[in-house]
């Protein structure tokens, strides 16, 4: 896709747009109401003319841009890029009264977040400056009610609105511990700094660890801030785990994105015409002529585990030859079992050191080899998204194999009863 096509295909929503140089270089980041007619406007034969915006355009060779659900937010993300990424031709605002920032009071035991234009050596933690003091304060009322921290300059006695309202955890009344409140503080730091799937998977693990305690109301609490974080709207930005695989790499702790994945399933009636598949998804597509499927030839009677030992050997028995190609991530349709079967296969193969997880059908819980708890994330993560789709097509290919099978098995007996 060349660069017309790139602006054509923009959305008409707010968001954070990177324009990038010929080698890759980051030029200049910008936030937008709508990202479609902004960056649009760049390009328009009778815009006002002004040098520094003239040899930008001149040099712009790629845009790539993430979405959110207001300015707002775009504003956040934008000033953590340019923090991150120092572009070209971002001007650099200075610290001083002229802009509004960002101050949380990590200085204080229960640390409160406000705008201000004063900086000053007191222990606090400084985002900013931002150039837009109405979005600024748009994103902080958003901020509060993700991150309910207290607003009071003064601890009351008792419990004021906000905690009513669900936009303070009300520590003056001890409704929250001082570990628990430390938690959000850490969260809203993971937002400010642009590290979302960081923060989405701190949640995901708090909420696990609530719902294994029976704290349901705390985990009914953590997943409502799961949904909300996630109706932030991403797409592929090189510089952030945005898209799919990478949002995935990062939950599972895996340094590069999982572009080969290869997913297996069992299919069969009690025993009967028993057979697995394997799926083959390159950058999130299906490669179909990768695609295998396998009669169980070892296992008589019901053994899923069995079966799936036995799919998972057959597939891997000679991948350390010559010109056979490692998968970044195996994925087993089923739970602890069925992952536990495979990856004592792998291990008997030499290859433990490939990722290998289990996605259960019940609840999507995802299934590790490290770890005692399964993943749970929410229901519009990305990353899941790509795990159940890639699932679904194992299962879809190993059920079509398995009634292929019948089917011919029926087809003599019908003959006969004519």
């Known amino acids: 896709m060349d660069l017309k096509e790139k602006v054509k295909a923009l959305p008409a929503l707010p968001g954070v747009y990177i324009m990038k140089g010929a080698e890759g270089r980051v030029l200049y980041v910008g936030k937008a109401g709508n990202l479609k007619k902004r960056v649009s406007s760049y390009f328009y034969p009778n815009r006002r003319l002004n040098e520094r915006i003239d040899q930008l355009v001149s040099s712009i060779a790629d845009i790539e841009h993430m979405t959110t659900s207001t300015e707002a937010e775009a504003l956040i ?34 640390p409160r977040l406000f705008i201000t234009r004063r900086k000053v050596n007191d222990g606090s933690m400084y985002y900013g400056p931002y150039a ?55 969260e809203l730091k993971l937002f400010l700094e642009g590290r979302k799937a960081e923060l989405l998977k701190a949640l995901t693990e708090r909420m696990t660890k609530a719902s294994r305690a029976e704290d349901f109301e705390k985990a009914a609490e953590l997943r409502g801030r799961i949904e909300a974080l996630s109706t932030i709207k991403e797409d592929s930005v090189s510089y952030k785990p945005l898209g799919e695989m990478e949002e995935l790499g990062r939950i599972l702790g895996i340094t590069k994105p999982p572009e080969k994945i290869e997913a297996f399933d069992v299919s069969n009636i009690m025993g009967q015409e028993a057979v697995g598949s394997m799926v083959y998804f390159y950058k999130g597509r299906p490669r179909k002529s990768e695609y295998r499927r396998f009669k169980i030839a070892t296992v008589p009677g019901i053994d899923d585990y069995a079966m799936m030992r036995e799919i998972v050997s057959r597939r891997y028995s000679k991948l350390s030859e010559p010109g056979r190609v490692r998968p970044d991530l195996i994925l087993i349709d089923g739970g602890k079992g069925h992952l536990a079967a495979a990856l004592g296969e792998l291990d008997k193969l030499g290859l433990a050191d490939i990722p290998a997880i289990g996605i259960a059908k019940e609840f999507e819980h995802i299934y590790t080899k490290d770890k005692k708890d399964p993943i749970v994330l929410p229901k519009e993560s990305k990353a899941l998204h790509l795990l159940k789709r890639v699932r679904d097509e194992a299962h879809r290919f190993a059920i079509a194999y398995h009634r292929k099978l019948r089917s011919k098995k029926l087809l003599p007996e019908r003959k006969r009863k004519r």
């Open 77 to 110: 993300y934008e000033n953590s890029l340019i923090k991150q990424l120092a572009p070209r031709y971002n001007i650099a605002l200075r610290d001083d009264k002229s802009y509004p920032m960002l101050k949380l009071t990590v200085n204080e035991k229960f």
């Open 132 to 186: 837009n003091a109405k979005l600024l304060k748009e994103a902080v009322v958003l901020l509060r009610q993700m991150f309910p921290l207290r607003t009071c300059g003064k601890m009351p006695k008792s419990l004021c609105l906000n905690y009513h309202i669900k936009q303070c955890l009300g520590p003056c009344a001890g409704k929250v511990t001082d570990a628990e409140y430390a938690d959000v503080v850490s």
